[in-house]
């Protein structure tokens, strides 16, 4: 067996194991006995891709952030880790894994369908600026992924009296990852700046995908100041998912359709 067969089987374990945690989460709701098994299928799901992108990186000699494959790959573990803390930390918000793990099953789909192919590191990738510029962009978005979550489920509790106080819940912790998600989303910008200049001797040009970038970043700095200023909930929510859109394609459409020399190398 190759080195890449064995890292793709990994890779399928892992799914497998993820599947029965989203499975087991989306029906468990508030039972404590299932609650420990649950958490531990979801580690262990984490462990086994760990395993998968360490071996690939062994293999190629860099990160899983060049072609799509990789970077789905690494966007699929950082998403799946955000969902297996807030299941850790807000287990008794069961209703949100009805959104988010669809979303995870989605990119593991199109993950598999992805070629394997091994990728090169061009020279101007070289740098460790570029690993802070991708781990900040991870946190980035997987909290983003988050607040979006709750934002439907926001959107989704129907107004009334009873419900009135879980729906603002929902709200307060959506602002709160969307707050977060805001400080890394200008750390990535802030790194991915030093390394440009270090790069293409630049800090910033505008190219598609640096414009993308600020745009998302425009789009989360409005959306919290309009709920801090006029408390816009429904509103607020919906520009929440209206963010996550922007960074959706800025980190997956963007990247592979620009010609400009931030695009993936694919």
């Known amino acids: ?39 531990i299928l979801a580690i262990c799901g984490l462990a086994a891709h760990s395993i998968s992108i360490g071996i690939r990186w062994n293999r190629i000699g860099h990160g899983p952030f060049i072609n799509l494959y990789e970077i789905l790959s690494s966007n699929v573990w950082s998403m799946f880790l955000g969902v297996t803390l807030f299941f850790i930390f807000f287990k008794q918000i069961t209703r949100v894994f009805w959104f988010l793990t669809p979303v995870v099953f989605i990119m593991m789909l199109w993950l598999m369908s992805a070629s394997p192919k091994e990728s090169f590191l061009p020279p101007t990738y070289n740098t460790i600026w570029l690993y802070f510029h991708v781990i900040t962009g991870k946190f ?78 425009l789009g989360v700095a409005f959306t919290l100041h309009l709920q801090v200023g006029f408390k816009k909930d429904r509103l607020f929510l919906w520009l929440i998912l209206g963010c996550f859109t922007l960074a959706f394609l800025t980190f997956f459409g963007v990247p592979f359709i620009s010609t400009a020399p931030h695009k993936g190398m694919i």
């Open 1 to 39: 067996m190759t080195s890449q067969q064995f890292e793709l089987n990994i890779l399928y374990l892992a799914f497998l194991l993820y599947t029965a945690f989203g499975f087991g989460s989306f029906f468990s709701k508030h039972k404590d006995r299932y609650y420990r098994p649950l958490v």
């Open 140 to 217: 980035f978005f997987t909290l983003l992924f988050l607040a979006s979550g709750l934002a439907v489920c926001g959107l989704l509790t129907k107004i009334d009296q009873e419900s009135a106080l879980q729906q603002q819940s929902y709200i307060k912790l959506a602002y709160k990852f969307l707050a977060i998600a805001f400080l890394f989303e200008s750390f990535m910008l802030f790194f991915g700046a030093i390394w440009a200049q270090d790069a293409w001797g630049r800090y910033w040009a505008w190219d598609p995908l640096e414009t993308w970038a600020f745009l998302t970043w």
